[in-house]
């Protein structure tokens, strides 16, 4: 297995037989072997998870499918005026919350993100991977008591559904917006899953938070699971996670 973190939230994994790309939108992809299938996967539309560049991956690669969260919509017209190849249309699948997917020898559920779309939980060549897109324990000073109550409980509910998995790697916003709670989220993850490896993301590029969460009580606790990332472009490979 070896990891590419890519920019932001977008990181790549690349397996024996296939590669699987989370949330990309900007940043330099590696290069993968042609005869290895693409699997990319779009959380949902926000412009920092999502963008229509993906689709040119189908012209590089002759083995692609993309799997987008149900709230990016895209129509034949649509893919014809942004020049996208008609073929990718039927490259899509589209995958809405709580939902279970199997295709090619790849297993997806989904959880239903606190923002929007969906974070995805992938079995691939032996492996258990997730992806959390823009689930996460948003709290937000401001914000009225409702919003922020409603938002621990459901932001809970949903991790409490994946605490029986094993996952080899995942990939969990720690967000230094968030002021005192950036790190309320991970806390949870950490606490209420079982992950060999934890990679921090969504944080803005913001590296020094990884150190600093490593510091709190429950990040103490969990620190030979957090991986430091330190650049756009970092390779990790099993031997140095």
């Known amino acids: 297995m070896k990891i590419t973190y890519i920019y932001h939230s977008g990181f790549s994994v690349e397996l024996d037989e296939c590669v699987l790309l989370f949330d990309y939108y900007k940043g330099e992809l590696p290069q993968w072997e042609k005869g290895k299938t693409i699997y990319v996967f779009a959380s949902h539309k926000h412009h920092d998870h999502f963008q229509l560049q993906i689709f040119d991956l189908a012209r590089e690669y ?16 649509y893919l014809e005026r942004n020049h996208i190849l008609p073929s990718v249309k039927g490259q899509i699948t589209n995958i809405g919350k709580k939902q279970k997917v199997l295709f090619d020898n790849i297993e997806i559920a989904s959880l239903k993100s606190t923002d929007e779309g969906v974070a995805f939980v992938v079995w691939a060549e032996g492996h258990s991977i997730y992806h959390a897109g823009d689930l996460n324990w948003w709290h937000w000073e401001g914000e009225p ?5 409603n938002m621990e409980r459901d932001y809970k509910k949903e991790i409490d559904r994946i605490n029986g998995i094993k996952f080899d790697v995942a990939f969990v916003p720690l967000d230094p917006r968030l002021g005192k709670a950036y790190g309320w989220g991970m806390d949870y993850f950490l606490e209420n899953t079982r992950a060999d490896k934890v990679f921090p993301m969504h944080m803005w590029e913001k590296y020094e938070w990884i150190g600093a969460y490593k510091k709190t009580l429950i990040g103490h606790r969990h620190e030979k699971q957090i991986v430091d990332i330190g650049w756009p472009g970092q390779e990790f490979e099993e031997w140095n996670i």
């Open 145 to 149: 008591f409702p919003f922020n109550e």
């Open 62 to 77: 002759p083995k692609v499918h993309f799997f987008l969260g149900n709230d990016i919509k895209l129509n034949e017209k």
